[in-house]
């Protein structure tokens, strides 16, 4: 396979460590996996930036970015800019520019680490929440009248197109079938209440879902959903939704399964001409930055989607088990109650790799 091109975009405060942490692994995985042929490029980008050229990116920062395979991004903000800025001028016109218009949340309940819900067993919590990441409730389209008057209104348009709707539920039903874990495809609407957009969104589902008589599926009213993720995570499979049912039913799931520092996600453009972004959910947490202590498992996870999606199944599972047989020796950093910090977390996890291909090996299993 010919050598990828990877951008790198630390961005701020715990992003910095989390992504150096995710990039030591890769280099580590070379050792079991010679066929990775990575090169990086890294982006001074994020508010060190701003504060000097007064953006967030250059204005042909997309162009720059264009060329590559793969987007590798840890996080921005700062508590002295404003939050709107740092979304708008980097992450979201990296989204909409490069028409990622699937939000992948893959969420897995490892072992070692301990989930809010006391009846919740390791293994038994393993679903993807597929959000559109393009349209629907997150649109500019809108006003405000009377600004200022008892008769103030304000008016935001939803879009769902069928374009957008369709494309984002075919691959969900796509992944249902590829993952063979459940094959099932939950729908995530709230057509009871909002009477135009989201009846037409389970139309376009059935349309789909008739489409893949392989897969079973239904959908579900969100806020039934949201209740039955909590009392019954392990019936789900992958769930499907719009731009903001996506968001809260995949910050639902992320928080069952332990830590906001475990949990990424993937920016997909699935028809690939555009690169898709991959990055740990959390953000730059000022908080604890700078001290050594970030959860850097979300980041490493991150980077196994990245493997996945540039072609690389073997080497992203190879991270997978390594995260996995880390946590459940409990060596951990203190969000998730241990001891580690950032460094020794990601050293565990490169030796537990080596152990993992070193078993696989021929010759060694007699
Ligand atoms: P946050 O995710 O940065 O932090 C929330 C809490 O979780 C903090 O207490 C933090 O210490 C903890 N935490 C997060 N990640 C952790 C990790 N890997 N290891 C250990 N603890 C971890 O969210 P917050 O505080 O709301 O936002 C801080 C800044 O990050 C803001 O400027 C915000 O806009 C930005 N942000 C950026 C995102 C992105 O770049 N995709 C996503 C979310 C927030
Ligand atoms: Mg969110």
């Known amino acids: ?67 590559f ?49 006391a009846h919740a067993t390791p293994g038994a919590i393993d679903l993807v929440v597929v959000r559109e990441n393009t349209e629907g409730e997150y649109s500019e389209v809108g006003g405000r009248i009377y600004s200022g008057t008892p008769r103030e209104i304000a008016v935001q348009e939803s879009i769902f197109s069928r374009y957008g709707v369709e494309r984002v539920v075919r691959y969900a039903f796509t992944l249902a079938r590829d993952r063979q874990r459940g094959r099932h495809v939950v729908g995530a609407t709230k057509s009871n209440g909002i009477r135009v957009t989201m009846p037409f969104f389970d139309e376009v589902f059935r349309e789909v879902a008739a489409e893949f008589p392989d897969v079973t599926s239904t959908l579900m009213h969100a806020d039934a959903l949201a209740a039955q993720l909590v009392l019954r995570p392990e019936r789900f499979d992958v769930i499907v939704g719009s731009n903001l049912l996506g968001d809260i039913l995949s910050e639902i799931a992320a928080a069952i399964t332990g830590a906001i520092g475990i949990a990424p996600s993937a920016n997909l453009d699935p028809d690939r001409r555009f690169p898709s972004l991959f990055e740990p959910i959390h953000g730059s947490a000022p908080d604890i930055a700078g001290q050594g202590i970030a959860n850097p498992i979300g980041a490493i996870w991150a980077a196994a989607l990245m493997l996945e999606h540039l072609g690389h199944p073997a080497a992203a599972e190879g991270i997978l088990a390594a995260i996995e047989a880390t946590t459940t020796d409990g060596i951990t950093t203190p969000d998730l109650a241990g001891q580690a910090n950032t460094d020794g977390v990601t050293e565990a996890i490169i030796a537990r790799l080596d152990a993992n291909a070193s078993r696989t090996q021929p010759g060694t299993a007699s």
């Open 69 to 117: 395979d793969a987007i590798y991004f840890g996080a921005v903000g700062s508590p002295d800019v404003p939050d709107a800025l740092s979304l708008w001028q980097l992450l979201i016109p990296m989204r909409r520019g490069f028409d990622q218009y699937v939000n992948l949340r893959p969420v897995r309940l490892l072992a070692g680490v301990a989930s809010p819900l």
């Open 1 to 67: 396979m010919a050598a990828q091109r990877i951008a790198v975009i630390a961005g701020d405060g715990i992003g910095t460590e989390v992504i150096a942490a995710g990039l030591r692994v890769l280099d580590a995985l070379r050792g079991s996996h010679p066929e990775l042929d990575l090169h990086y490029t890294a982006f001074p980008w994020g508010t060190a930036y701003y504060r000097e050229y007064g953006r967030y990116m250059p204005e042909d920062g997309l162009d720059h970015l264009r060329g």
